[in-house]
């Protein structure tokens, strides 16, 4: 456990102990990062991905470092509703209890592609997939005590214009994985607000990280591809990037706070329109729409 050391008391072995956290995006980067940190610090995790095989190579390699042998794959394809709904089913066929779920999976598209329900895969990921997974989850969440919620967002925060969601009349890669970023600010202070007071839910900017996220994508790999590479070096390592999400997934020192934007483990302000709650609920009625549910809570 010797990569946590210096984050955070490591006693908190004691308190993540048989808790059960679901990872979204976990076999690699920061997800995978998250997922090694809660198992070292005694939870049963189930890395959610959607390549099995990696999925996998990650389990194994998590045990290996943590020694932790509580570590699950299970397979989910996060912009398609049917994967996550049928995810969720068998999730809760075999587990009645849930303290904590990541919302940690991520894109960013050089153009404009649609789901499986047609929805401009960027938003649908991003925002949706967090939407429905803790919809369709909650009701093992609520039923576990001081359950938790953490969303991974970013500090690239773009307004959303709530007229076009999925950016039909204009599409820019960066700009709406950056309105995605802020949809998931959004949907934590929306949803912190009907929240019972015994499950919180808080999200977080990890910092800008090295990860395939973005070394993947055509922008940083074509013409930037040069100023990318020297960029990287100051970027965060994936391990550093997790720091936020271990720290919101376990630390006693955020017991019973909720609604909150995390950067470097301290509450902070986010964009402006997050804080339009008129904006916040047409965003969550879009969401509502889009995915067939009602949250009723």
Known sequence: MCFLSGWFNLGQKEVMYGKKCIVTGSNSGIGKETARGLAALGADVFLVVRNEKKGEDAKKEIISSTGNENVQVMVCDLSSQESIKEFATQYRKKHKRLDVLVNNAGIITAERVLSPEGIEMTFAVNHLGYFLLTHQLLDVILKTSS??????????????????VQNERKFSGRNVYAQSKLANIMFTYELAAKLPKNTTVNCLHPGVVNTHLFRNHPLFSGVLHPVFDVAKNFFKSPLQGARNSIYLASSSEVSGVSGKYFVGIKPSISHCQSYDAGARKRLWEISEELTGVKYGI
């Open 147 to 164: 359950s938790r919620i953490v969303n991974v967002a970013s500090c690239a925060q773009s307004s959303i214009n709530l007229d076009d």
